[in-house]
Nanobody, 120 residues
Framework: VQLVESGGGSVRAGGSLRLSCEIS????????MGWFRQAPGKEREGVAI???????GYADSVKGRFTTSRDYAKNTLYLQLNSLKTEDTAMYYC????????????????WGQGTQVTVS
């Protein structure tokens, strides 16, 4: 099982990035997937979740600015980050859910290595 994130980088406040998470085929279509982030000295927090049907949920701090989607043909999960703020600076992770959608990291069993987003 592999999840590989990419797309992070350094941007100015107000800018945009698109994160990608490439996922092993056999796990992709059946599970809820989540995006989390962790800033230095802070706990890992849920940012966005997307169910196998495509239903989505977002943390209040990113609602209206971030959008997650999944491309089954490419086995890839995306997180579009718009109107970035300095407080969005963190390592971003994608993860596979154990059951249904959850905002708790303990409800996810496979994680990518993370991709750094820095907003200045």
């Amino acid at each position: 099982v592999q999840l590989v994130e990419s797309g992070g980088g350094s941007v100015r406040a107000g800018g945009s990035l698109r994160l990608s998470c490439e996922i092993s085929l056999y796990i992709y279509s059946s599970y809820c997937m989540g995006w989390f982030r962790q800033a230095p000295g802070k706990e890992r927090e849920g940012v966005a979740i997307i169910g196998s049907s495509g239903s989505t949920g977002y943390a209040d701090s990113v609602k209206g600015r971030f959008t997650t989607s999944r491309d089954y043909a490419k086995n890839t999960l995306y997180l579009q980050l718009n109107s970035l703020k300095t407080e969005d600076t963190a390592m971003y992770y994608c993860a596979k859910g154990l059951n249904g959608g959850s905002w708790y990291p303990t409800e996810y069993d496979y994680w990518g290595q993370g991709t750094q987003v820095t907003v200045s």
